[in-house]
């Protein structure tokens, strides 16, 4: 599975930036860490650098930066077409718009995945949903 494409969801990036308290707290690192190593070709949308921002507003702006810095060296930065972005807004079948719009950014970059905590909320992409136990037992 070496050079598999996934686009990583922001709460995956949250469980590991934060060492938040979540059920996939261990598998979210592991991802992480696979994509670091690179034995994954990971990918995050554009638009979770901005929410990862926000997210963190209580860190420090250094420290934010180099989180952000960090997550940066470790995936390559997806982006969507001014299409695809308009055929999100149209979209009406994700609750979440933000949601759509990591749906279309792995679909810009090929992704094989999206790797998420809230697979529920993907039930309507193009590219599968998948959370990271899943992912992680497919590996071996």
């Known amino acids: 599975m070496e050079n598999m494409a996934v686009l990583i969801d922001t709460n995956i990036l949250l469980n590991y930036i934060t060492n938040r308290e979540d059920k996939y707290l ?9 994509c670091a190593l690179g034995k994954l070709n990971g990918y995050i949308a554009f638009h ?4 990862l921002w926000h997210v963190l507003r209580k860190k420090s702006s250094k420290d934010r930066r180099d989180n952000l810095r960090d997550i940066c060296t470790i995936f ?14 149209e979209d009406d079948s994700f609750a979440d ?3 759509c719009l990591q749906d279309k950014c792995a679909k810009e ?6 790797i998420t905590v809230n697979k529920k909320d993907f039930a309507n992409s193009e590219i599968e949903a998948i959370d990271p136990c899943e992912f992680l037992n497919k590996m071996v």
């Open 26 to 34: 261990n598998e979210s690192v592991r991802i992480v860490e696979l």
């Open 97 to 99: 718009f933000e949601d």
């Open 76 to 89: 390559s930065v997806a982006s969507a077409s001014q299409t695809e972005i308009i055929n999100a807004i």
């Open 48 to 51: 979770t650098l901005s929410t």
């Open 109 to 114: 970059v090929g992704a094989d995945y999206i």
